[in-house]
């Protein structure tokens, strides 16, 4: 089986080639990381004898920022175990090695056979943990023959779900190869049933990522950000947030048509793609507006600058606690939403697109606590802000629910380590 698994891989990879070689070129996207990814060149791990080891696997940025909380709750239980990270996009890479050093960080190989137990054999980890949602039949099948596998913070879409159903027998194998899965909720859990796992395999942790959003606008790194960019206490912030563009091109239509009315409205743009940060100025710069990039910012700006494009990776916690208005990105196009959990755990009002597929779980709650808002265009954005500026009671209420919802939901970093220690070797 994993020969012919092998053989599809690169069909597929024969067939997006063209594609893969242009993104390369122009944008700069899979260079790095090739002799990890396609053979399993890992950096080699040493430990001691009485040291335990657990490969952690996060896809990119968003699963990378999940993993703190986890990582420190682990540690602190278990002093002799050794976590190492890998990830599949650049972004998340170079976040991990920043975020996570001097913990090992590497490039996680493509699910070819040669390259999956190359990388088992250099890292030999006790337990090989998969993030949300990585079933790789080669990784799986190898790594269950080192360690135990786990899924942790599970989520599985409708749509998923029916891609998964039609491999019938084929993906069950694999899922049966799991030692443990660990889902956000009942409707994951049902649908993980659906393609195979057994209850035996099943427990619901609730989502990791409440365990990670920060509450406290005052934390170090919100206020450096704070100073950095020349806030002062009756400006009111405008945040948009791992946006495409539509969100960028709402954001900056709505800021244009009130800047004059309410002068104290500032704006800051996080776009979610590293690659669009030239892209993005260009559009700012269009609209005629002045701005100040954050790779620039070595200086604290002056109170009248009114634009910050964010260029930077993995600071997009830390700005949303300058917000007093959200706008969430991915939700106005065809993404399907970003996380909307860290804007609601400092309480920030929050709007987001009807697109919103990959968070629908979250969405639904926020929604049913009157905890956010779902705008459709430019119009209703307007209004939104409008109402947050004008209608202080609103703002606060929303903001106030928004962030009770995320207390209310955190647990899962203590039940999902509680997993991983009692699968742990001792």
Known sequence: MPWLRNLVYLLVLLIAAPKLIYSAIRRGKY????????????????????????????????EVNMLQPLLQELEQREPHCQCVISTTTLTGFQLARKKYAPRTVFYCPLDFSWAVKTAIKRIQPDLLVLVELELWPNLIHYGSRQSKVIVINGRLSEKSTRGYRRLGWILKQ????????????????????QIGATPQQLTITGSIKFDGAQSDRQNEATQKLVTLAGIQESDKIILAGSTQVEEEEVS???????????????????????????EVAQRIEKSGF??????????????????????????????????????????????????????????????????????????EMLIQQDAARVIHNQHEFQQFVVDCLEKPEFARGLGERAKQLVQKQQGATRRTADILVTLLPH
Not at 36 to 47: C, D, E, H, N, T
Not at 50 to 58: D, G, S
Not at 257 to 267: A, E, G, I, N, S
Not at 308 to 313: F, G, N, S
């Open 31 to 62: 260079r790095q990381g090739f002799t990890a990814k396609f053979l399993g060149l890992v950096p080699r791990l040493s430990r001691s004898a009485n040291e335990r080891c657990v490969w952690f696997h996060a896809v990119s940025v968003g």
């Open 290 to 363: 002045h701005f100040s990039r954050r790779s620039e910012m070595d200086q604290p700006l002056p109170s009248t600058m009114k634009i910050i494009l964010v260029d930077a990776i993995g600071e997009l916690g830390a700005w949303w606690g300058t917000a007093h208005i959200a706008l969430v990105g991915g939700s106005l196009g065809k993404r399907g939403g970003q996380n909307m959990i860290e804007p609601a755990g400092y309480g920030v009002p929050i709007s987001f697109g009807p697109n919103t597929r990959n968070f629908r779980d979250i969405v």
């Open 252 to 278: 900056l239509e709505v800021f244009q048509r009130l800047h004059r009315t309410y002068p104290q409205l500032k704006l800051i743009i996080v776009p979610r793609h590293p690659e669009r940060f030239e």
């Open 174 to 193: 694999t899922i049966r190869q799991l030692e443990q899965i660990s889902v956000q909720n009942q409707e994951y859990y049902d649908r993980f049933v």
